[in-house]
């Protein structure tokens, strides 16, 4: 893919920032609209799956060989989205998102391990950057972010299933985007009621649901405004922009959190928090604006290197 057809994976990932920076806002109201939190928003994920299924199902083995061939990364991008979600709901927003965003370190580290991506001085200083203005957001002073609750630690998980995930979808690159959208709602729902009942913070897997108009409209805004949206810009960009890069363009999402956790919640965003987001926004254009030839793009970069399925995958790559 060349510089200019790629333009369109990484405005994709701009795009889908936007969805995810602004997630928190239905996750949260579903827990405060006493609608049984965690359940409710089980069910969220459910009704993405509920639309796909019947498309699924029709496609038939085509989509059985996407399953099979998708599931590793389905897994581990279900397990990073679960995590997420839920320390979004336990924790302080910022410090979730902020523990997320070690991804870049992951994904570039698994991309030069595995793709045998190289790290290039344009690279480094994107991540620098990056990691300049989380630094900058917490203050000097607070150090480096290392997780201090449970949610914390969500965060900091969230982003290495997410980077391992991204590798993996690479393997599954020639798949539809049809499967590599419903892969990750067949996961999502299980594995995210099972992260609701790790115990710390605010757990609320166990809370009672109690039906709530206001509760229903966010739910479907969740289900079909936030996930199937979202899931859909972000594989689809997955299968064009390499981990790394992702990661850093990713980024963005810092600062629409950041900006509408401050607006819309008692959250602080002063010149400390606007210093770190010019830096994070400066790790992007620096990413975006990147210009060197390239030798080998992520459609024919050898899979060999990549984790691997079980046998039974190589068996299922047909023509979608």
């Keep these: 893919m060349d510089r200019r057809s790629n333009r369109a994976p990484q405005l994709a990932v701009l795009v889908s920032t936007l969805l995810w920076g602004t997630l928190w806002i239905p996750v949260r109201r579903l827990h405060e609209a006493g609608s049984g939190g965690a359940a409710v928003t089980t069910l969220g994920f459910l009704l993405p799956l509920a639309l796909l299924l019947p498309a699924a199902l029709a496609r038939g083995r085509r989509t059985r060989a996407g399953l099979r061939e998708l599931r590793f990364a389905g897994f581990w991008l ?6 997420y979600v839920e320390g979004l709901v336990r924790g302080q927003i910022a410090r979730v998102i902020l523990l997320f965003y070690l991804t870049p370190v992951w994904g570039t580290l698994l991309a030069r391990i595995v793709l045998r991506e190289p790290i290039t001085g344009r690279r480094l200083a994107t991540i620098a950057l990056g990691f300049s203005g989380m630094l900058a957001i917490f203050g000097i002073g607070a150090g480096i972010p290392v997780p201090r609750s449970a949610a914390d630690g969500m965060g900091l998980a969230a982003g290495f299933a997410w980077a391992i995930a991204l590798l993996g979808f690479q393997r599954g690159r020639s798949r539809p985007l049809f499967d590599r959208v419903f892969v990750q709602f067949v996961f999502l729902a299980p594995i995210f009621f099972a992260v609701t009942l790790l115990p710390g913070d605010a757990n609320t897997a166990r809370a009672a649901v109690q039906p709530d108009a206001r509760a229903a409209a966010w739910l479907l805004a969740f289900a079909l405004l936030w996930m199937l949206p979202v899931i859909a810009l972000t594989v689809y960009a997955a299968r064009y922009v390499d981990p790394g890069r992702f ?12 900006a509408t956790a401050a607006l819309l919640t008692d959250e602080p965003f002063g010149a400390r928090e606007l210093a770190g987001a010019i830096l994070v926004m400066g790790a992007i254009a620096v990413e975006i604006g990147a210009v060197r030839p390239q030798s080998r793009n992520l459609r024919s970069s050898s899979p060999a290197a990549l984790p ?13």
């Design 78 to 83: 279900a397990l990073g989205i679960a995590l």
């Design 247 to 258: 990661a850093i363009l990713l980024m963005f999402e810092i600062v629409v959190g950041l």
């Design 308 to 320: 691997a399925s079980p046998p039974s995958s190589s068996s299922s790559r047909r023509p979608a």
